[in-house]
T-cell receptor, first 113, second 116 residues
Framework: KAGVTQTPRYLIKTRGQQVTLSCSPI?????VSWYQQTPGQGLQFLFE???????NKGNFPGRFSGRQFSNSRSEMNVSTLELGDSALYLC????????????FGPGTRLTVL | AQSVTQLDSQVPVFEEAPVELRCNYS??????LFWYVQYPNQGLQLLLK??????LVKGINGFEAEFNKSQTSFHLRKPSVHISDTAEYFC??????????????FGQGTILTVHP
């Protein structure tokens, strides 16, 4: 089976712009979670989608949003970028039950200048 | 609220020596526990997980971990490390009972460096 894929792998944006990141889960997985990884804050949960519905969200401002399509692919959007949004954004997929393992993609490295 | 504390930010060790990476957690509800490894410029790979049952869990690449409920710990061990084990290791927890909905709470990570 193909793993979790994320596109693009690298992005450079300037403050005030917006960005959209994409995540394609493992075939058959219905849950996609997003995480932000920074040197200072570590790995932080953003939100999780299951069958096109957001089931859980972390403590991030409303500038961070996401959606999931009927084929389980997910996108994450960050509007009005700030310097502090520079991070590695990881998505993870799973079948969707609490005991299921989350499989992580390679991440998208976002740099905000 | 849950939290995870990895007690060592960096652990240097010589090749073929044993290693222990320490993880303590805090939670008001039952949890599932995980260890992930991250190699440079890559995502996270699951090493092992504890859901229930035997408190000694064996994972990939010769790693194992022991769940200690009374000490709220989940330490990761390997009896003999290799150069290729050099990476960052993350301990994580999730709510048991099916309500976590994809949310893992991670520790700050431990960088394991294996020297020849």
């Amino acid at each position: 089976k193909a793993g979790v894929t994320q596109t693009p792998r690298y992005l450079i944006k300037t403050r005030g712009q917006q960005v959209t990141l994409s995540c394609s889960p493992i075939s058959g997985h219905r849950s996609v979670s997003w995480y932000q990884q920074t040197p200072g804050q570590g790995l932080q949960f953003l939100f999780e989608y299951f069958s096109e519905t957001q089931r859980n969200k972390g403590n991030f401002p409303g500038r961070f949003s996401g959606r999931q399509f009927s084929n389980s692919r997910s996108e994450m959007n960050v509007s009005t970028l700030e310097l502090g949004d520079s991070a590695l954004y990881l998505c993870a997929s799973s079948p969707g039950q609490g005991t299921d393992t989350q499989y992580f993609g390679p991440g998208t490295r976002l740099t905000v200048l | 609220a849950q939290s995870v504390t990895q007690l060592d930010s960096q652990v240097p060790v010589f090749e073929e020596a044993p290693v222990e990476l320490r993880c303590n957690y805090s939670s008001s509800v039952s949890v599932y526990l995980f260890w992930y490894v991250q190699y440079p410029n890559q995502g996270l790979q699951l090493l092992l997980k504890y859901l229930s049952g035997s408190t000694l869990v064996k994972g990939i690449n010769g790693f194992e971990a022991e769940f200690n409920k009374s000490q709220t710990s989940f330490h990761l061990r390997k009896p003999s490390v290799h150069i290729s084990d050099t990476a960052e290791y993350f301990c994580a927890v999730a709510n048991a009972g099916g309500t976590s909905y994809g949310k893992l709470t991670f520790g700050q990570g431990t960088i394991l460096t294996v020297h020849p």
